[in-house]
């Protein structure tokens, strides 16, 4: 036996006398397990696709019941990345069909602006014209420190293949909230799970 061996081996032993059970499973899991046994590392959202990718919003109300300002639909721009035969735009770009059944992973990153301390926001996923998820809320209690609100969310919804989907902006109490046109804070992403 080598010296270098000898040496692990005494640390070991060291380590499994001092630590117990943890010196041990340190001593099998990082000294005898040679590099190309190490299993790679597995993202968190493995078995996902990426299906649709749009960069660019706008508030569109030409669509019943939407057709305020304190009630409107996003309208998708500035197409990354659109796999048909997952995905069907229509509408002007603000509702979607998710072509193939199972399950999609949805991430809205969207900047409100112009809202207003006395107001709720709400921006929902429609499915077929009924509320199916909701994306956020915001409800600001004191004056804002901003006129913006950024959403960050995701969600999963499960397709039949049949269903049309948009995502709808509604607030009680301040009928002039906008998207905001800097582009930079705005994306939607569709994953399909494989």
């Known amino acids: 036996m080598s010296e270098r061996k000898g040496a ?3 640390i070991g032993i060291i380590a499994i006398g001092a630590l117990g059970f943890s010196g041990y499973m340190f001593v099998t899991n990082e000294l005898f397990v040679t590099p190309e046994a190490t299993p790679p590392a597995i993202p968190p959202d493995s078995g996902l696709i990426l299906v649709g990718l749009w960069e660019d919003f706008s508030k569109n109300t030409e669509y019943a019941p939407d057709t305020t300002d304190a009630s409107w639909r996003i309208e998708f721009n500035d197409n990354q990345f659109n796999n048909s035969n997952y995905i069907s735009v229509s509408n002007n770009n603000t509702s979607f069909k998710l072509l193939k059944e199972g399950f999609y992973k949805i991430t809205l990153l969207a900047l409100l602006d112009d809202i207003d301390a006395s107001a709720v926001y709400w921006a929902y996923l429609i499915r077929n014209n009924t509320f199916d998820h909701c994306f956020d809320r915001v409800a600001i209690s004191d004056y804002p420190s901003s006129p913006f609100h950024q959403i960050e969310s995701s969600l999963y ?28 804070f705005n994306q939607l992403a569709i994953e399909y799970s494989k």
């Open 8 to 10: 692990i081996i005494l």
């Open 157 to 184: 919804v499960k397709s039949t293949g049949l269903d049309n989907f948009y995502i709808r902006c509604y607030s009680s109490g301040d009928p002039l909230f906008e998207m905001s046109a800097s582009q930079t």
